[in-house]
């Protein structure tokens, strides 16, 4: 079989296709001027998610990105600091947006596949002193796309929450594959919402709409969001075709989600025996890193694997990412695994 015949994306789970239902349910959307609040789907995307967890408001935006960096500026002022993880998606792969958009500086920590803890965020919240940064807010991400689809319990964050209430600092997560975490975890989401000051939920990752994220906070913090949205360019008209996708996938595609977990694992398996594997992470959620022995370039292994149609990422040095999801049948797993077999 060649790439022709089948196409096996795993580049990420951003790169889903709508859904025969979800196309229904943009097309026969209600939709108004959002910039007005008067889209009445993007209201019930809203008012939904926040439901979900619990929380007073929220807040539809393009991306993940966006949902982040509004939090990050909403939570800190110029010349303060932000505490993450050093393979935070917010430090690594937003642009340097802290920087440009919200003036902060940032301590980055090693934690365990990118999941912090109080002990290890403690000693690095600075004292009050001029010539320091002021520390204000915490960032953890669930799941961790560096670590593998690594996941936090709500065991793991309620000792920082109790931290961040001590020492008086806002706690965010940018949850961009909050929903796998919860399908593996069991947690519940409004617990999530009793915990952070803001939380990103994105939509087009394993939900598998087409575009957007939701920030979660008090009325209070939504209101300042509305505003720094509006002065990054995020406001939007008729986006009540794109919320939508957002509903439909909150209604029918959050259960199906273990289905991607279980393709991530049987591919992990099967890797972990190959000869040109010298190491694989956990596959805890929907995402595949494993790194190939020194003798095989990286490139050009991404580079036959998309001879025979199977798309992926490099992921670092000697590293590689397979990320699962709705696109993902198990007849494209079989086919994957036999061409995985195959290679030398």
């Known amino acids: 079989m060649n790439k022709h015949e089948m196409i096996v994306d795993l580049r990420s789970d951003t790169v889903t296709r709508p859904t025969p239902g979800m196309l ?7 939709v108004g001027d959002d910039v007005f609040e008067e889209d009445e789907t993007v209201n019930a995307l809203q008012e939904k998610t926040a439901a979900i967890f619990g929380v007073e408001d929220a807040l539809f935006c393009p991306s993940g990105t966006m949902t982040n960096q509004i939090a990050i500026k909403r939570f800190t002022n110029p010349m303060e600091e932000v505490i993450c993880d050093e393979t935070a998606h917010v430090y690594r792969y937003e642009g340097g947006g802290i920087a440009y958009n919200s003036m902060a ?19 690095h919240i600075n004292p009050e002193n001029v010539h320091y940064p002021k520390t204000s ?24 929450y109790h931290l961040c209430r001590l020492k008086n600092l ?3 997560l940018d949850g961009a594959r909050i929903f796998n975490a919860l399908a593996e975890s069991g947690d519940d989401p409004k617990e999530y919402g009793r915990m952070f000051d803001g939380i990103s939920v994105c939509l087009s990752k ?7 994220s939701v920030l979660l906070g008090s009325r209070e913090t939504i209101y300042h969001a509305r505003r720094i949205r509006k002065a990054l ?55 595949v890193i494993f790194e190939l022995d020194i003798k095989h370039n990286p490139d050009e292994f991404v580079e ?41």
């Open 24 to 30: 229904e349910a943009m097309y026969s959307a209600k």
């Open 304 to 344: 036959k694997l998309n001879h025979y149609g199977i798309k992926c990422n490099t992921f670092g040095k000697q590293m590689i990412r397979f990320v699962t999801h709705l696109d993902i049948s198990n007849d494209k797993i079989g086919y994957t695994l036999e061409i995985l077999k195959k290679l030398h």
């Open 233 to 287: 360019g995020g406001g939007w008209r008729q986006a009540g075709y794109l919320a939508a996708a957002g509903i439909y996938a909150l209604d029918n595609h959050i259960d199906r989600l273990k289905s991607d977990h279980k393709n991530a694992k049987i591919l992990a398996e099967t890797l972990y025996s190959l000869p040109y594997v010298s190491s694989i992470m956990p596959a805890d959620t929907n995402i």
């Open 105 to 123: 500086s940032v301590r980055l920590l090693y934690g365990d596949r990118g999941r912090l803890n109080a002990d290890l965020i403690e000693p």
């Open 137 to 160: 807010l915490v960032v953890l991400e669930n799941t961790v796309n560096r670590g593998g689809g690594s996941f936090y319990t709500l065991d793991q964050i309620e000792p920082i």
């Open 170 to 172: 806002y706690l965010h």
């Open 206 to 212: 394993g939900l598998g709409a087409p575009v957007g």
